[in-house]
């Protein structure tokens, strides 16, 4: 490289502030310690080839160092970070990103230990080393998808953590359904990506722009001096075909069936991660680009999106009300466990939407402390809901290792041979419910509570009508577990709490007990997380 090459280079780097305390790339640690995590992982297995779990702690210490990243400012008791686009606006660095990454970030130590301790990696070294590079690949798609700021970073967000996954759905190689479910869910992503980025292109060429704050001043000003009919038209194809796309990373309603039969085909881990992952990353970025095209802080230009914001509230709310009701309906009639927390999550993603058209309706009343209390409920819950999927699912897991099976008609008779784990497991069910005194019935609260502040009564009486109707399916379970008699081919798994097994599913299920009580702590985090959206 030349000198005057150099200088341009240093030029551009010292004018965009890629270097500094507060510079992108400070910014971007969690990010590039995903990324120096690959990296060592899969020099490791060149590296270390005897040394079978290396893949493992290594992964553990990049998460850990991540996390610790990205939770720096709380620690040094500094200020709440402003809201810093980053990348010349390419990626938004706020308190929303911060909180929500770290959400991931939590999970996902949580997660791989999990994975150890079930040996889902498999036997061979290679399994261990490609399924957690896939899992920090997806992540790192994820982290890009609540940060996004412009049309490309969406794009890339999206395909970098759905591409991974579909991989991972696959990853019991030897059986058929598992292969189906890889080939189904990288079918249907591939059309919801493209349909997705046909309604971006749309929207970009229509607006001028493809960075998401200027989209939504255009989209006001055109609003302002108004539409012509071909332009209304197009805007409102984008739209919805961006809708399409995040619909599709939530599976809500219309946009749900490939979920159950992904969650039965895959690994009950990896149903795991794409039930509490996939979620968050997929409502932090309906976050951004519901509240974003909803709201300008100009006066004259917020009046003029009313029009947006109207449509985008109706349709949030719409497809919130019908992916709730839908997801508990269909979950009765199952009789695998696996399918059956498919469609459980299938109705969550629909309560975790409400909040999101509450705080699109606040903004449109110019009520942002409102809709900021919307949006930190939505944290809330993801935060109680991370500790109720995942402890769900590692408790599949554990009996599937030691009983071969996943249909609930199996857990017959665990109470008398594992009652530690038949309370961990009814716990979580009535968690996942929503009662009292456990963390599920706080988040339902605050949601609820968003609902009543946007005067959505319609919606709120959809999600506590889902509420009593989830009671028994999910108490169906702990029946079996409880009262009905073992099996007489085989007695149930003996699973003590002071086992290793035991004792995850019940630093799992303290939390949630914990949470009804103490639940202040996470409502910092979320208030935190809100206090810098909407400037």
């Known amino acids: 490289m030349n000198t005057a090459a150099f200088d341009r280079l240093v030029n551009f780097a010292v004018r ?14 969690p990010e590039l310690t995903l990324c120096a995590t690959i990296l060592a992982v899969l ?17 553990l210490v990049g998460l850990c160092t991540a996390m610790s990243f990205a939770i720096a400012w709380h620690f040094t008791r500094g200020p709440i970070p402003d809201s810093t686009p980053i990348f010349s606006g390419l990626l938004l660095s706020d308190s929303f990103t911060i909180v929500l990454r770290s959400l991931l970030l939590l999970f996902a130590i949580l997660f791989v230990t999990f994975t150890q301790l079930t040996a889902t990696t498999g036997q061979r070294r290679d399994d261990a080393t490609e399924f957690y590079v896939l899992i920090l690949g997806s992540l790192l798609g994820m982290c890009l998808m609540i ?25 019991k190689r030897n059986q058929a359904k598992s292969s189906e479910a890889s080939l189904k869910y990288a079918v249907f992503g591939a059309g919801a990506a493209g349909v997705m ?13 493809a960075h998401l704050p200027t989209m939504t001043i255009r989209l006001a000003e055109m609003l302002h001096h108004g539409l012509m009919a071909q332009q209304a038209t197009v805007l409102t194809l984008g739209g919805l075909m961006l809708g399409v796309g995040v619909a599709f990373k939530l599976s809500a309603v ?11 085909g895959a690994t009950a881990e ?21 509240t974003g095209f909803a709201f300008q802080a100009d006066p004259l230009l917020g009046a003029a999106l009313a029009p947006a914001r109207q449509g985008i509230a109706f349709l949030i709310a719409l497809v919130a009300a019908v992916t709730c009701t839908f997801g508990n309906l269909a979950a009765y009639g199952q009789t695998n466990m696996k399918r059956m927390l498919a469609y459980s999550t299938i109705a969550h993603a629909g309560y975790m939407m409400m909040p999101v058209a509450a705080a699109v309706v606040l903004l449109g009343r110019s009520d942002v402390v409102a809709a900021r209390s919307a949006v930190a409920s939505l944290i809330v819950y993801i935060g109680i809901y991370l500790f109720m999927n995942l402890a769900a699912f590692a408790i599949v897991a554990f009996l599937r290792n030691a009983i071969d099976s996943e249909e609930i008609a199996d857990y017959a008779g665990l109470a008398r041979t594992s009652p530690g784990l038949t309370v961990c497991m009814a716990i979580v069910m009535f968690s996942l419910v929503g009662l009292p005194p456990l963390a599920g019935f706080q988040g339902k609260f605050f949601i609820f509570g968003s609902l009543i502040q946007a005067d959505l009564y319609a919606l709120l009486l959809v999600g506590a009508l889902n509420t ?6 999910y108490l169906r379970v702990v029946r079996v577990m409880a009262l009905s008699p073992p099996p007489l081919h085989r007695e149930p798994p003996l699973i003590p709490l002071s086992s290793l097994v035991g004792s995850y599913c019940a630093l799992l299920t303290v939390p949630l007990v914990a949470l009804f009580f103490l639940v202040g702590g996470l409502l910092h985090w979320a208030a935190a997380a809100a206090s810098t959206l909407f400037y």
Not at 154 to 171: D, H, K, T
Not at 468 to 473: A, G, K
Request: charged share 10%; hydrophobic share 55%; glycine share 8%.
């Open 254 to 264: 219309p946009f749900h069936f490939w979920a159950p039969d992904v969650f039965e």
């Open 147 to 171: 940060a996004a700021n412009h049309v490309v970073v969406v794009l890339l967000g999206v395909e970098m953590a759905s591409v991974p996954c579909y991989i991972l759905a696959g990853m």
């Open 270 to 290: 990896v149903a795991a991660f794409l039930s509490i992952a996939s979620k968050a990353a997929a409502l932090g970025l309906l976050v951004r680009l519901a």
């Open 16 to 29: 965009t502030d890629l270097f500094g305390p507060t510079g992108s790339f400070a910014l971007f640690r």
């Open 197 to 209: 980025l046909y309604g971006l292109s749309l929207l970009s060429g229509v607006l001028g722009s």
């Open 468 to 473: 009593v109707f989830s009671l028994f399916y």
């Open 43 to 59: 020099l490791a297995q060149t590296i270390l080839p005897r040394w079978r779990q290396s893949s493992y702690y290594l992964t």
